[in-house]
Every structure is written in C-alpha cells, then in structure tokens.
C-alpha cells in the first residue's frame, strides 16, 4: 500500500467501490451495521457480509411511539443500548457500519458511541437527500 492511502481519512472515502468489495471478501469486515432513518421510522440492523440478518431493531421494538419515533437521538440512543447488551459477539470483530439518509452530526455522534464499544473498520454514508432539495409546490391561492 502506497504513503498516500495510509491518511486519516476513512476507509470508504479512500478507495473506490470495487476495492470496497474486496475488502469485504478478504474478511477484513466481519459484521455490518446498517442505519437506516426513515421520515416515520428508525431502523438498525446487524448483518454478517453474506447479508444474513444477526439482530435487528427498530423504534417501535424499544417502546416509542409516534413523532417519538423518529425524534433521532433519542430513538437511536434507546436502539444503541439495546445493541449494546445483545451484540456481545461483536466486540472484537472489526465493523463496518452504513448510514442511510442520517444527518452528518448524527453520525459523527453515533460513531463516537459505537467506538467507545466495537471496533470500526469502515464508515459508508448512503444520504439520498440532495443538497438543494426539490422546488417546493406552487402556493395555493385563495
């Protein structure tokens, strides 16, 4: 590996998709966590790199109800700690986590739990919002 991928950047914004795959398939991962949150919803799930389903949780299976739901902090804190006490046999296997349409700061905040607990190898951000967003509806007159 050359000087210039040795940077403090994570590993998915140095190399390139196809690298990504190969690194799945050397074994270098051995769990992923995927988060995912929804405009109803808060979604988190373990999965091994086949795709088979370890653990899932979502906001509801953790007693929220309504805009509780997807208030995020909260609804990932309670989801995390669930996390926690069942994922023992994650500890010290090295992690990739994905996040879908997450604001940044909620990530930063969540990796720093999670590092605090499992070892993080790779970090992918699947935000599907874009930067503008769409024009907004006509406003209806009266």
Do not use: W
Not at 14 to 28: A, H, P, V
Not at 56 to 83: E, W
Request: aromatic share 10%; hydrophobic share 35%.
């Amino acid at each position: 590996m050359s000087q210039m991928h040795e940077s403090k950047m994570p590993l998915s914004c140095r190399y390139d998709k196809k690298s990504l795959t190969t690194l799945y398939k050397q074994n270098l991962v051995s769990y992923i966590v995927h988060i995912n949150l929804t405009s109803t919803n808060t979604l988190v799930s373990v999965t091994d790199i086949k795709g088979n389903v370890k653990l899932f949780y979502s906001s509801g299976q953790v007693n929220l109800k309504g805009k509780q739901k997807t208030k995020q902090p909260a609804a990932l804190i309670n989801i995390l700690k669930r996390l926690f006490l069942k994922a023992k046999f994650m500890q010290n296997e090295p992690l990739a986590i994905h996040f879908k349409n997450t604001r940044s700061h909620y990530e930063a905040f969540i990796v720093k739990m999670l590092k605090t607990k499992f070892f993080i190898k790779t970090i992918r951000s699947y935000n599907m919002q874009p930067h503008n967003g769409c024009r907004p509806k006509k406003i209806k007159r009266f």
